[in-house]
């Protein structure tokens, strides 16, 4: 079974912190992402990776980068957290075959509050 | 730029009945995969059921089966004999096809009950 691991399920930091999310896939995959997750806004894609050490901005990355130094390890950075990135973060991967699916497998998520 | 609307925020269904959730997407492109995700409460999403536009056929899974209506771009999810276990935030994706990227493109989901 594909295996998506998130560094910390329940998080809190204090607004100017920098902040490190960790997530872990052992499948093998090309790609990987990051989302946010809100009530009533559904998930929103924040960064996501189809190679190692590449990147690629998704809708909403301000205030965010990312870092892919192994292909099973994607990390969010929050460089100065604030109030308004408390949230469900959600990682997911999926495989970078051309014409599959593409089935993104998710992580449990961490949920971040920022005081 | 592709979007996906899920109408109905929250739904409720009875034990052993059937519900149907409601999704519609917007694209200019011919070709895409639709997918339906289930998030239980504080568990992991999982895929439900997937579709390929060029398919015609209705894809179904167990007691989940969608009725994909290309030309509308109406992809409902019905879940028959409604399952305890089925409660959940159920998401509504979209897909360009080809390319090795797969970004996918979320509804902002439908929170099921089920009455017991």
């Known amino acids: 079974d594909v295996k998506v691991t998130q560094s910390s399920r329940y998080l809190v930091k204090r607004t100017g912190e920098k902040v490190f999310l960790e997530c872990v896939q052992d499948?093998?995959?090309?790609?990987m992402f990051w989302y946010r997750q809100d009530p009533g806004l559904g998930l929103r894609l924040i960064y996501f990776?189809?190679?190692?050490?590449?990147?690629e901005k998704g809708d909403i990355p301000e205030g965010y980068s990312v870092s892919r130094e192994k292909k099973e390890r994607f990390s969010l950075i929050l460089e100065s957290a604030s109030t308004n990135q408390t949230s469900m973060y959600l990682c997911?991967?999926?495989?970078?075959?051309?014409?599959?699916?593409?089935?993104?497998?998710f992580g449990p998520g961490t949920r971040l509050t920022v005081l | 730029a592709q979007t996906v609307t899920q109408s109905q925020p929250e739904m409720s269904v009875q034990e052993a009945e059937t519900v149907t959730l409601s999704c519609t997407y917007d694209?200019?492109?011919?070709?895409?995969?639709l997918f339906w995700y289930k998030q239980p409460p504080s568990r992991q999403m999982i895929l439900v059921i997937r579709?390929?536009?060029?398919?015609?056929q209705n894809a179904t899974e167990n007691r989940f089966s969608v009725n994909f209506q290309k030309a509308a771009k109406s992809f409902s999810l019905k879940i028959s004999d409604s399952q305890l276990g089925d409660a959940a935030m159920y998401f509504c994706?979209?897909?360009?096809?080809?390319?090795?990227?797969?970004?996918?493109?979320f509804g902002k989901g439908t929170k099921l009950s089920v009455k017991p």
């Open positions: 997911a991967s999926s495989p970078g075959t051309v014409s599959s699916y593409n089935e993104q497998f």
């Open positions: 499948m093998d995959h090309e790609n």
């Open positions: 990776s189809y190679d190692v050490k590449m990147k």
């Open positions: 694209t200019s492109e011919s070709d895409y995969y």
């Open positions: 579709q390929e536009a060029y398919k015609q």
């Open positions: 994706a979209y897909r360009t096809y080809g390319g090795s990227q797969g970004n996918l493109i």
